[in-house]
């Protein structure tokens, strides 16, 4: 049975993992960083990882580091075939042809922990401080709606082409102010999309998703 400080740990550790700006890619900070961060052994520290890996929160490469969210399909010649292959405007074509889809599932089958999940992440990316904990708390958004489809080989699809967005990114294209303004276009799109999801509309869903990345490829072609 898990005692009390390993249940603070874990609490301790996930917050650390929601709030901290995380290298690109959702890389942790090496162990000995992180153990001292937390004011812990590296031993408490490897047995909470291993708890979190576990839930699906991490996965570690050994070699690599640890990563957020759930291990990525195993493909990796084959996703570093495409990303000499392909561009950030394919990317985006490829989540506009895929993730409305995906957020049509969503609507049918999301469960109500998953719908708040989504309202908390909406809130977070608009209280984020950083246009870089703005991107997490963004693409654990996109990332939810994909767990709320019931659907386990169209999250493996969803991480796939995540990956492939995340080395083939034109960079952060930022210039000011360091934090998404109060206006930014995806706040109002975003609760569209968790909307319709929580009342079952797959059709809105799938439409207000599709509307919200071609407003996303618009911006982009606007920053090169």
Not at 133 to 157: C, M, V
Request: glycine fraction near 6%; hydrophobic fraction near 40%; charged fraction near 25%.
């Amino acid at each position: 049975m898990e005692d009390n400080s390993d249940t603070i740990l874990l609490a301790r550790l996930k917050d650390l993992l929601a709030n901290s700006e995380l290298a690109e890619g959702g890389r942790l900070p090496p162990e000995r960083e992180l153990a001292q961060s937390l004011d812990i052994g590296r031993g408490a520290l490897r047995k909470a990882l291993a708890t979190l890996q576990a839930e699906g929160v991490v996965w570690r490469h050994v070699g690599k580091g640890t990563f957020t969210g759930e291990r990525p399909i195993d493909t990796v010649a084959d996703i570093n075939a495409m990303v000499h292959r392909t561009n950030p405007l394919e990317v985006m074509g490829a989540r506009i042809a895929f993730e409305p889809e995906v957020s049509r599932c969503a609507a049918l089958n999301a469960t109500p922990s998953q719908i708040a999940e989504l309202r908390n992440c909406m809130t977070k990316a608009q209280q984020a401080p950083t246009w870089r904990q703005y991107e997490q708390w963004d693409n654990k958004l996109h990332r939810t709606i994909a767990e709320a489809s019931q659907n386990s080989l169209l999250l493996g699809l969803l991480d796939t082409l995540n990956a492939v967005r995340r080395a083939v990114t034109w960079g952060r294209l930022r210039d000011t102010p360091v934090r998404p303004p109060p206006d930014h276009h995806s706040f109002a799109e975003h609760a569209r999309i968790v909307e319709a999801i929580a009342e079952r509309d797959g059709t809105a869903a799938a439409d207000a998703m599709r509307r919200h990345l071609r407003s996303v490829e618009s911006h982009m072609r606007d920053l090169r």
